[in-house]
Nanobody, 115 residues
Framework: QVQLVESRGGLVQFGGSLRLSCAASGLIFSRYDMSWYRQAPGKERELVAAITATGGSTNYADSVKGRFTISRDNAKNTVYLQMNSLKPEDTAVYYC????????WGQGTQVTVSS
């Protein structure tokens, strides 16, 4: 079956960096557009960053532009989210998402940014 397994998040200080990864299995990874979403307490889940199947195009939420970078390695069936200049408002559970007809979600990983 399809599995999306995110790396462990963690506690980071304001201004720090963290890289998340999401390893996919059970699907033809190179066909799937991949995204990262996040959900903060009491808020709706929101799109953070997305990358097309070939990696040729990316887009970002305005709140993370210039700070976060999404990338993928189709040979490793993995998508990454490099997060720099982290702020307390980036604190959330981060979810990996795969979409190609069907949509799949990872289990989520907690990222906490301390002020």
């Amino acid at each position: 079956q399809v599995q999306l397994v995110e790396s462990r998040g963690g506690l980071v200080q304001f201004g720090g960096s963290l890289r998340l990864s999401c390893a996919a299995s059970g699907l033809i990874f190179s066909r799937y557009d991949m995204s990262w979403y996040r959900q903060a307490p009491g808020k709706e889940r929101e799109l953070v960053a997305a990358i097309t199947a070939t990696g040729g195009s990316t887009n970002y939420a305005d709140s993370v532009k210039g700070r976060f970078t999404i990338s993928r390695d189709n040979a490793k069936n993995t998508v990454y989210l490099q997060m720099n200049s982290l702020k307390p408002e980036d604190t959330a559970v981060y979810y990996c998402n795969a979409r190609y007809g069907h949509t799949y979600w990872g289990q989520g990983t907690q990222v906490t940014v301390s002020s």
